[in-house]
């Protein structure tokens, strides 16, 4: 299985902070990378496909960026309507994997 | 509108079965795959299985291979995830999730709500 470790843990940044979340893989994924926001009580929502698409409706503060085994999740703004847990997620393995999380804190 | 509501969770004892459920609606059931993804209390997110859109090909992790079952019912609009001789470790919230495409796990763009399966005596 290709394994996903995504760093850090958590994080706690002031509202308008850039905030950067980054997600490595055990092995070559190309492009076939994920990002979702999961907010608490709540299902997980997906924001980024590909590495780097925005998903239809989700603002443009979140971006991400990478390719090959390094990959780079960013809030440009942070709001407080942003807190939650975002997970990465590869999809080259049909044996679909996630990375741990990270949960973002407003300090 | 695309909507998916899980149902059929509850509490189970360990060695016992349970079949979730999870009814779709607002896109074309054929057209796409259907995933399950699980999370333990306090934990990340698992994958568990899917079911292309044709229906004729599954997959399953290794945590659930053997025991788990995963079907669809195209007159219904329906994903099953049969769930054998369940185990205190497979306690977790169970999320049914559309994929972006037709045949293998990848892109989940819409999840259900979730329901809670307890395994304990």
């Known amino acids: 299985d290709i394994q996903m470790t995504q760093s850090p843990s958590s994080l706690s940044a002031s509202v308008g902070d850039s905030v950067t979340i980054t997600c490595q893989a055990s092995q070559d994924i190309t492009n076939y990378l994920n990002w979702y926001q999961q907010k608490p009580g709540k299902a997980p929502k997906l924001l980024i496909y590909?590495?780097?698409d925005l998903e239809a409706g989700v603002p443009s503060r979140f971006s991400g960026s990478g390719s090959v085994t390094d990959f780079t999740f960013t809030i440009s703004s942070l709001q407080p309507e942003d807190v939650a847990t975002y997970y990465c997620?590869?999809?080259?393995?049909?044996?679909?994997?996630f990375g741990g999380g990270t949960k973002v804190e407003i300090k | 509108e695309v909507q998916l509501v899980e149902s059929g969770g509850g509490l189970v004892q360990p060695g016992g079965s349970l079949r979730l459920s999870c009814a779709v609606s607002?896109?074309?059931?054929?057209?796409?795959?259907m995933n399950w993804v699980r999370q333990a209390p306090g934990k990340g997110l698992e994958w568990v299985s899917s079911i292309s859109g044709s229906g004729g090909t599954t997959y399953y992790a290794d945590s659930v291979k053997g025991r788990f079952t995963i079907s669809k019912d195209k007159s219904k609009n329906t994903v099953f995830l049969q769930m054998n001789s369940l185990r205190a470790e497979d306690t977790a919230v169970y999320y049914c999730a559309k994929d972006q495409g037709p045949a293998v796990p990848g892109t989940f763009d819409y999840w259900g709500q979730g329901t809670l399966v307890s395994v304990s005596s």
């Open positions: 607002g896109f074309t059931f054929s057209g796409h795959a």
């Open positions: 590909d590495a780097s």
């Open positions: 997620q590869q999809y080259d393995d049909v044996l679909v994997t």
